[in-house]
Nanobody, 121 residues
Framework: EVQLVESGGGLVQSGGSLNLTCSASQYTYNLGCMAWFRQAPGKEREGVAGVAQRGPPIYASSVKGRFTISKDNAKFTHYLEMNDLKSEDTGVYYC???????????????WGQGTQVTVSS
């Protein structure tokens, strides 16, 4: 069964932090490649961070140094730690997964329903 459930979004002031969680089914988690995307109102979906079975995590230049992607294999869970948040980080954040590593391209087959992150200036 494919399952991706995001949580941890909310309202935070500029400069603050939030930690997003993506809880996956074992099947989905074992696909091996996952990423976080976001979509701001009126804008296209943007890849934020990704990690595959091999290689280091990758980050969009807009979040590098502020966001950290990590995972817990025992819990089939991925995390996105977001620090020094800016108003331009506002959007719906999605957890995605696939057996193919698409990096930060929005071609992943499986998407969660998203969690809203709002950063007030």
């Amino acid at each position: 069964e494919v399952q991706l459930v995001e949580s941890g979004g909310g309202l935070v002031q500029s400069g603050g932090s939030l930690n997003l969680t993506c809880s996956a089914s074992q099947y989905t988690y074992n696909l091996g490649c996952m990423a976080w995307f976001r979509q701001a109102p009126g804008k296209e979906r943007e890849g934020v961070a990704g990690v595959a079975q091999r290689g280091p995590p990758i980050y969009a230049s807009s979040v590098k140094g502020r966001f950290t992607i990590s995972k817990d294999n025992a819990k089939f869970t991925h995390y996105l730690e977001m620090n020094d948040l800016k108003s331009e980080d506002t959007g719906v954040y999605y957890c995605v997964a696939d057996v193919i590593d698409y990096g930060l391209a929005p071609d992943y087959a499986y998407w969660g329903q998203g969690t809203q992150v709002t950063v007030s200036s």
